[in-house]
């Protein structure tokens, strides 16, 4: 039999004798060397993440002649403080940056609108009432999560194309009013969890299914439905692909693609603006994730503990 | 307000599980009629039923004057109060109480009007803008209770709504309850698996098992005249003791023989259960309610030939009273309806109940009075009040009267007895 020699630490509690000031502050410093090895991980994870929003700072406060490729990369600003920068990124004539700003916000607000119509609205049945071949339906439904985007993008062009939507915002709108089912499996998990007693009373109190999915149960989602508009808006901020296929005018486009076209060309452009105009974009996404951040890990929680 | 009359009405789940049966019953206007049985056994469904939330297989309900068996919820006009108040959590009280009348778009100075007043009736008139979350357990009950008498229904639907406070505050909630049902004079159905609840409240109750009704009475008919072992032994607390024993006719008259002991059995017992002579010479189940043994020493009046000899086992000083436990050598009644009484108390008074009917010892409570010096493990002489002795046949369980059933016994009981004391 092997012999566990006991450590201070793993003393059992029973034992009266109070612990001597050596092993005090033996285990006190422990705790601080521990907590500092932590502080270490936690940090170098940030500065990987950070280190190139600071390249990008870097570069885009550098004038417009000076190199931003250097080798090594200049990862922090030193030498140049055009703060000004910034400001002419938002107003450089061939790049209508609060343009691209706006529809961004137009669409993306667009979609969230839609998802949260749609899913809430396709979840509460899921959810809360029986009718014949729920289940089945429910699978067929989890199941088109299994199709990649990338078989769906040719055909679905083409069903754009010829319904005359080329060139619009349609394509990228509508689609979040036909639902998603990642979004609706979420917020159904969600919504069961919500006791049924509550439909119940609603009933009684004289409620039909509508009413109950008015007010009682969409309000009470609020958590769920919080963390399907974030990942919305997230998804359609950064979306690229869609916006690259449907729109053709310039005025149309939306942040990612502005800045996309901008960096194609930016052979005969200022790579300091560009970074200035990343870098502003960066904001709306990180203002939503500041401001909601509470509920929204309040909400991925329960959905953890409860789907 | 109205009637509300259940005919015959049966569920049969898709599953196939049968939860109720053929239970018929007239609930007259303004009574609070108590479904009463232990867990499981279809009251919850009945009142489902009544509300609408459960669609009934067989039979008729009647709200009123309308057959509302095809109707929703919603036109059924029944309000009911949920076992964990189903209260909208993200409703301030006030808006939980008035959402029903909202629905129908009352007025604005009427549903401000109706919410005050079942407020004040409630007493929550200061909590009206708080939400559920920050109410206590009874404030939660009122709440719930006020969502049900802001609509001025055909009928209130309770399951179980004292079943989530404590002890002390159940009691005071009771009371509150009848109380408001009284000034309301509101029909009402009220679920509960706890006997003294339905005792106090009811002024009907009717005891269910199995989904099948048993008896329907009010609380002193439960109590003197059960209709078998199962509500005699459901109703009353300590319950009452049920033993087998054998009736026989010897040359000083009919008595009942439990055990080694003799006990004569009263002429007028006698000539108000005329059926008792049928079963002379064969087992019977005997049943004697604790309250109805007296200490020999405290009774008055005792007679020799229905007094026992015994061994306290145990005693319990309760202060006004003295809980007094003694084996008798006659099995006790063992029969499914016995088994499962015991079983729903827990798992403990199942098994005593076994051990007893294997050794063929009956373990007896007696309610005697405080100055009884009835001790454990001495013996003791318990006097037994056979006027209010119950029987019951031992193979179906049916109380045995004879010509007088369902009359109310003439005999004051126990009960009240002690009341006029």
New interface residues.
Partial sequence: MEVIERSPETQPALVVVPPSRARVFARRGLAIVKEVCWYLVVLTVCAFILLPVSWMLTAALKPDLAPIYTIPPQWFPSHFWHWNNFYRAMVYPLFPFLRYMINTLFVVFANILGILISCSLVAYPFARMKFRFREPLFYLLIITMLVPWQALVVPQFFFFYHLGWYGTYLPLIVPAFGGNAFFIFLIRQYMRSIPKELDEAARVDGLNYFQIYWRIILPLSVPVLTVCAVFTFIGNWNNLLGPLLYLNNNNQFTIAIGLANMFQNSANSKTNLLMAANLISMIPPAIVFLVIQKRLIGGIATLGLKG | MSQIVLEDLGKTFPDGTVAVTGVSLVIPDGTLMVLVGPSGCGKTTVLRMI???EQATSGRIVVGDRVVNEL???ERD???V???Y?????MTVYQNIA??LK??HAPRDELNRRVTEAARILGIEDLLKRRPRELSGGQRQRVAMG?AIV?HPQAFLMDEPLSNLDAKLRVQMRSEIARIQRELGATTIYVTHDQTEAMTLGHQVAVIQKGELQQVGSPQELYRQPRNTFVAGFIGSPAMNLLEARLARDDQGVAVYVGGHRLALPDEVLADRQALLGYLDRPVAFGIRPEDMEDAELAMGAQDDAIVRVAVTHHEDMGSELLVYFDIDAPPVFTEDIQGLAAEQGEDALRSLEEQAKSQRARIIARVGARSRARSGHPAAVHIDMRNAHFFDLATGEAIYGDSVGVASPLPSAMERRREQ
């Avoid at chain 2, 189903?86 to 993200?90: G, I, K, S, T």
């Fill in positions: 509300a609408g939330l929703t919820p919603r029944v309000a009911m949920f076992q964990n189903a209260l909208y959590p993200h959402l029903s629905i129908r969502r609509r």
